[in-house]
């Protein structure tokens, strides 16, 4: 899964959260999903910086 798509699940669950009557079980499944997707979006951040460190020290990927 991309950031993007990761990121934009994320908003999705928020608001989904956000509704006062969801069920606990929902929102523990729901908190569970963002979890795993919040470790993704880290690893996509990691990686990027990764390549732009790489770019501003050889000048290159």
Known sequence: MKFEEA?????????EMENKDLPLERAVS???EAAR???TCKGEIASAK??????ENNGTV
């Open 7 to 15: 990121y934009s699940r994320l908003n999705e669950i928020s608001k």
């Open 30 to 32: 729901l908190y569970s």
């Open 37 to 39: 997707l919040v470790e």
């Open 50 to 55: 990764l390549e732009i460190e790489k770019i």
